[in-house]
């Protein structure tokens, strides 16, 4: 084995022992996420998935990043004396052992300005920026608007 794959092998290793499931500690992690991909070119998309938080201490999202979007907020769509009304959410709390559900006509995250075309099966990465200063990555499946 050369040099620099043992180095590569080492700093996997580092990052898995620092991981906090290895140590033990409690994370909340997305699972399902998907675009939804327009059926025309726009400068928005809408992403949807779940948060879960499996700990004992809630968790609150205080905001939203990709680098494959200008920009990336949480959204909720609301009925509102019979008129369908979407607002900015500033923090997303999440209980010990619940879950969040980002999903068409509810909570989404609002993704504008894409960086780049993307087609269905592309993979987005969405950092979740935590109140305590963590941060949780999930990966987001573009499809297309018909599914």
Do not use: Y
Not at 57 to 83: C, I, M, N, Q, Y
Not at 117 to 122: E, M
């Amino acid at each position: 084995m050369n040099a620099s794959r043992l180095r590569l092998g080492l700093l996997v290793l580092l990052a898995a022992l620092s991981s906090p499931a290895f140590a033990g500690e409690c994370a909340p992690v997305v699972r399902d996420g998907w675009v939804r991909m327009p059926p025309m070119a726009m400068p928005m998309m809408a992403g949807f998935g779940r948060i879960e938080n499996p700990c004992a201490k809630p968790v609150t999202v205080v905001g939203v990043s990709s680098a494959a979007f200008g920009d990336v907020s949480l959204h909720e769509t609301r009925v509102v004396d019979g008129v369908s009304r979407m607002r900015a959410l500033p923090e997303l709390r999440i209980g010990a052992g619940e879950s969040a559900v980002l999903k068409p006509g509810g909570m989404h995250l609002m993704l504008m300005q894409p960086g780049a075309t993307l087609k269905p099966g592309s993979k987005v990465a969405v950092e979740f920026a935590l109140k305590d200063g963590g941060k949780l990555l999930g990966e987001f499946v573009v499809r297309s608007a018909t599914k």
